[in-house]
């Protein structure tokens, strides 16, 4: 049966709020999300278009042990981020300067290596929720390119895949995961071996800040000597409403065994376009 003309053109007002209504749903952005701060990476993909930059500021870290010091630092530690889909986004990591200064406690003898780092590249495939909310889960293939200097990169190319799984547990606390596998070069400096990684940590929302506990476990599985790193992490974050594109961050990392730095410092930002 037809509609009367009255009942045609609400029908076709209807419509078109309903249409506009959804088109506007889909322009709002994401919530912010950065992978600072923290060792893990979270499942989250940035709009597609949306463009963020991430600095780490300044990044020290201290070993005392086995008769050395050990201070590496750096600085301009940066990923630039695009994303490419509604699910996908490419990342780039680099940084600027870095610097490792090797103390032999007992002679006073020093020596110094400094340069940039090494190239990263990865994708970041959203499986289910790219905006973060919910059970979150992703996908993230990265390689590494020998770019940096002697002493501070790898120097072998280097990759493999990241898993991030994000799940809220409350309105304010949340569970991140994300489990590593990696290929990377002997210390021999022929063929190649696993690497195995996995970060498991506890968030909560405070208002601005965003507070996080994080363990931290890496297995480097050289055929000549197996290391085993961990450490206890804490990280802290703040955003405000009247500034949703910008994020400012501080993280110490504290070592748990003989192959992890002590202590471990880092301050960073991360700003959207």
């Given at each position: 049966?037809?509609?009367?003309?009255?009942?045609?053109?609400?029908?076709?007002?209807?419509?078109?709020?309903?249409?506009?209504?959804?088109?506007?749903?889909?322009?709002?952005?994401?919530?912010?999300?950065?992978?600072?701060?923290?060792?893990?990476?979270?499942?989250?993909?940035?709009?597609?278009?949306?463009?963020?930059?991430?600095?780490?500021?300044?990044?020290?870290?201290?070993?005392?042990?086995?008769?050395?010091?050990?201070?590496?630092?750096?600085?301009?530690?940066?990923?630039?981020?695009?994303?490419?889909?509604?699910?996908?986004?490419?990342?780039?990591?680099?940084?600027?300067?870095?610097?490792?200064?090797?103390?032999?406690?007992?002679?006073?003898?020093?020596?110094?290596?400094?340069?940039?780092?090494?190239?990263?590249?990865?994708?970041?495939?959203?499986?289910?929720?790219?905006?973060?909310?919910?059970?979150?889960?992703?996908?993230?293939?990265?390689?590494?390119?020998?770019?940096?200097?002697?002493?501070?990169?790898?120097?072998?190319?280097?990759?493999?895949?990241?898993?991030?799984?994000?799940?809220?547990?409350?309105?304010?606390?949340?569970?991140?995961?994300?489990?590593?596998?990696?290929?990377?070069?002997?210390?021999?400096?022929?063929?190649?071996?696993?690497?195995?990684?996995?970060?498991?940590?506890?968030?909560?929302?405070?208002?601005?800040?965003?507070?996080?506990?994080?363990?931290?476990?890496?297995?480097?599985?050289?055929?000549?000597?197996?290391?085993?790193?961990?450490?206890?992490?804490?990280?802290?974050?703040?955003?405000?409403?009247?500034?949703?594109?910008?994020?400012?961050?501080?993280?110490?990392?504290?070592?748990?065994?003989?192959?992890?730095?002590?202590?471990?410092?880092i301050v960073g930002v991360a700003r959207r376009f």
């Open positions: 049966m037809a509609l009367p003309r009255s009942g045609l053109v609400l029908a076709t007002l209807l419509t078109a709020l309903a249409t506009s209504g959804v088109a506007a749903a889909q322009s709002v952005p994401r919530a912010f999300c950065a992978d600072r701060p923290g060792k893990g990476s979270p499942p989250c993909v940035l709009d597609q278009g949306r463009f963020q930059v991430e600095v780490g500021l300044a990044d020290a870290a201290f070993s005392r042990g086995g008769g050395t010091a050990v201070d590496a630092t750096s600085f301009g530690a940066l990923e630039l981020r695009l994303g490419l889909t509604a699910s996908l986004e490419g990342q780039l990591s680099w940084t600027a300067r870095q610097r490792i200064r090797t103390v032999d406690r007992a002679s006073g003898a020093a020596e110094t290596v400094s340069g940039a780092g090494d190239l990263g590249l990865a994708v970041r495939w959203s499986l289910r929720h790219p905006d973060g909310d919910g059970l979150s889960i992703a996908v993230q293939p990265f390689i590494v390119a020998p770019t940096g200097a002697d002493g501070v990169g790898g120097g072998q190319w280097q990759g493999g895949v990241i898993a991030p799984v994000s799940i809220p547990l409350t309105d304010d606390w949340s569970l991140a995961l994300s489990p590593q596998v990696a290929v990377r070069p002997n210390a021999s400096g022929s063929g190649r071996h696993a690497g195995l990684s996995l970060t498991g940590g506890l968030g909560r929302s405070l208002g601005p800040f965003a507070l996080g506990a994080e363990l931290w476990v890496d297995v480097d599985d050289d055929p000549v000597d197996r290391v085993t790193a961990a450490s206890f992490d804490l990280t802290a974050s703040w955003a405000t409403k009247t500034l949703p594109n910008i994020q400012f961050d501080a993280s110490a990392y504290l070592g748990l065994n003989s192959a992890t730095p002590d202590l471990e410092l």
